[in-house]
């Protein structure tokens, strides 16, 4: 059976929102919300980084909004967690681990779907940063958390490098599912070692 690079594509894309929408509920039941308040944030943080690709390429309406079931699976996601979250021994690693998977799913995803679109590489790699990161973004901002990316942890350049990586192999002329898989696996392992071992960039103003 061919590779159906449009199924993958949807298969991660509801993996990350899901994902990213669980470290949205994880962060509310940080701030002892309800579980309205956890099906707000989970959503926000779910769709937040899709929203932002699609409306700065003009690709409207939105996705969430010609296929309601990207909303379906944030609900679920976040109303599951509100029950999971008093069984978990750590919020703050289960945050950090859920948001790492979302960041790389989510910069591979996105630079694929810009690609498609027809946008330039270098306009599909900004996407698939911006898709990876602003989700995160209103979900700390709405919380009025610490932003995450604002760790001194590698935490955008490992979207960058993911995002990379699935340009360099799909330049090669690969499969397309070693595309997706291999810039994932970059994305991911690169954030995974940067919080085990604190590996940040050098910064001149610190």
Not at 180 to 188: M, S
């Amino acid at each position: 059976m061919p590779f159906d690079i449009t199924a993958a594509i949807n298969i991660m894309g509801l993996t990350a929102v899901g994902v990213f929408a669980i470290s949205g509920a994880l962060e509310a039941a940080r701030q002892r919300m309800d579980i309205l308040g956890f099906m707000l944030i989970g959503t926000v943080t779910g769709i937040g980084g899709g929203t932002l690709r699609d409306l700065l390429l003009g690709n409207v309406p939105v996705f969430w909004i010609r296929e309601p079931i990207w909303i379906v699976v944030c609900l679920v996601a976040s109303a599951v967690t509100y029950f999971v979250t008093p069984m978990l021994a750590s919020l703050s690693k289960a945050l950090l681990w859920m948001d790492a998977v979302g960041l790389a799913l989510f910069a591979v995803v996105g630079t694929e779907v810009t690609l498609n679109f027809g946008a330039t590489p270098l306009i599909a790699v900004c996407m698939g940063v911006m898709t990876a990161s602003f989700g995160g973004i209103a979900r700390d901002v709405l919380c009025r958390s610490n932003l995450t990316l604002m760790n001194d942890e590698l935490y955008i350049t490992t979207a960058l490098a993911g995002s990379v990586v699935y340009l360099m192999l799909d330049g090669l002329g690969l499969p397309s599912s070693y595309d997706l898989i291999g810039g994932f696996c970059v994305a991911f392992l690169l954030r995974a070692l940067a919080m085990r071992f604190k590996i940040k960039l050098p910064n001149l103003y610190r």
